[in-house]
């Protein structure tokens, strides 16, 4: 909040006023000098001119009285200048205070901003991590999941490989395929056709199995 003014704002200076009027704009007609002619010796008829001051002491008395007046009224005036400007001088150093106080609330507020702005940036980059360590994990998870189950998935091709490859032998041993080698057997193919030079073997070429000698 603003200090308190130690002045008032409107200070008691009135306007000085032009002295025109009566007897002061009629001096000419009340104070002049009127030419004179002195005889000063008859029998020679010689004559001197001479200035005859007029004056009325009544119309003078009221010029004095109202330049002592006017006079009065410019010393208060200029008193009151002078209050003036004791109230501007109080006014620049009560602005100056604020300035300085401004100044130091501005400087309190930047560094507040600073401090603020330090821990937003904190709390972003460690939220920022929590998240890529979050979705690392989840990326963790599923791969393991995903290779478990290509593992699995593997086992069990595997071993469904194992069945067919056993089912295959059992049944080229009951239809007398002893000679036939396993490595020429394809995966996942069941068939009891094989490729040979002069074409697949027909149910008349096969060739039956020796007897075992004893």
């Not at 409107?10 to 002061?24: A, E, F, G, S, W």
């Not at 001096?27 to 005859?52: A, F, G, M, S, V």
């Not at 004095?64 to 009224?73: A, G, M």
């Not at 995903?146 to 069945?163: A, F, G, P, Q």
């Amino acid at each position: 909040m603003p200090l308190p003014f130690p002045f008032p704002l409107t200070p008691k200076l009135r306007k000085i006023k032009k002295l025109v009027r009566d007897p002061l704009a009629s001096i000419r007609k009340w104070c002049y000098d009127k030419k004179k002619t002195i005889t000063t010796d008859p029998l020679k008829n010689k004559k001197k001119i001479t200035k005859e001051l007029k004056l009325n002491g009544t119309y003078l008395q009221r010029v004095i009285t109202l330049i002592s007046n006017k006079v009065d009224e410019i010393i208060d005036h200029l008193n009151g200048i002078e209050d003036l400007e004791r109230m501007i001088i109080a006014e620049v150093k009560q602005r100056q205070q604020e300035n300085i106080r401004i100044e130091k609330e501005y400087k309190e507020a930047d560094k507040e901003l600073e401090e603020l702005i330090k821990r937003e940036i904190a709390f972003e980059r460690r939220a920022r991590e929590n998240a890529d360590r979050q979705l690392e994990n989840r990326l963790t998870i599923k791969i393991d999941n995903l290779d478990r189950k290509l593992t699995n998935l593997i086992e069990e091709l595997s071993e469904r490989h194992d069945l067919d490859l056993k089912k295959h032998r059992a049944e080229t041993i009951k239809s007398g395929y002893t000679n036939r080698p396993i490595h020429n057997i394809r995966r996942g193919n069941n068939t009891n056709q094989e490729t040979r030079k002069g074409g697949p073997l027909s149910s008349q070429r096969r060739t039956k199995p020796k007897p075992q000698k004893k």
